[in-house]
């Protein structure tokens, strides 16, 4: 499964891609509007760390502005993926744009038909959002699942990112059903390393050494 990284920090960035685990970035307004720094220097300086895919989103929300915007975020790298909601203009856009060779990631999805029409629309990535379905009631991993399912059984050249994934066993989930990708915070990255076994195996062998060496 590839690892996407759900921030826009650049220190956060450069400490998870040391680690040699990062294959690529996700992004939203709400994450670049936090880090305060002007966006598209921001997303070229991502795209220079990562060197893989990196989901820039746009702002419009009619067909003509999600294009234009696009064009102009596609400009800026060529790791850029341009990310566009799930709306009717979206999918417009969406079509247009692998018309011309613009990879999309199409966001906010939260069902299996959303995701059949994104795919069959030619998006590159489709994000279901887990935790925000688990907010309101409902099994998100499941819906990631399922959409994981629709693009097996057409064989789409499409690649789905489990997205919104809020802790360590969302993405377990993810990794022990063949989902593509889960895009994950930085902090939830972290908390994957830990394990209180490892804590104590480890405490274990270094005391052992000091005594033996005493």
Not at 33 to 38: L, N, T, Y
Not at 61 to 71: H, L, N, P, S, W
Not at 116 to 139: E, M, T, W
């Amino acid at each position: 499964m590839k690892i996407f990284l759900d921030t826009a920090n650049i220190d956060e960035i450069k400490e998870a891609v040391s680690y040699g685990i990062v294959d690529g970035v996700t992004t939203n307004p709400s994450l670049i509007a936090k880090e305060k720094r002007d966006f598209k220097e921001t997303i070229k300086e991502i795209c220079d760390i990562v060197k893989g895919p990196v989901s820039a989103e746009v702002i419009a929300t009619d067909y003509e502005g999600m294009v234009k915007e696009a064009k102009e975020l596609a400009s800026i790298s060529e790791y850029v993926v341009v990310k566009i909601p799930f709306t009717e203009n979206g999918l417009k856009a969406t079509y247009t744009l692998n018309q011309e060779g613009i990879d999309v990631n199409m966001t906010l999805i939260f069902s299996a038909n959303q995701a059949l029409l994104a795919c069959k629309a030619g998006a590159r990535y489709i994000s279901p959002f887990a935790g925000r379905l688990d907010d309101v009631g409902h099994d998100g991993m499941d819906i990631v699942l399922d959409c994981q399912e629709v693009v097996l059984n057409y064989d789409f050249d499409t690649e789905v990112i489990a997205a919104s994934i809020r802790h360590p066993l969302h993405v377990q989930i993810a990794a022990l059903n063949g989902v593509d990708i889960a895009t994950i915070p930085f902090k939830v990255l972290k908390q994957l390393f830990k394990h209180p076994l490892t804590d104590i195996g480890l405490e274990k062998f270094l005391a052992d050494w000091k005594n033996a060496n005493k």
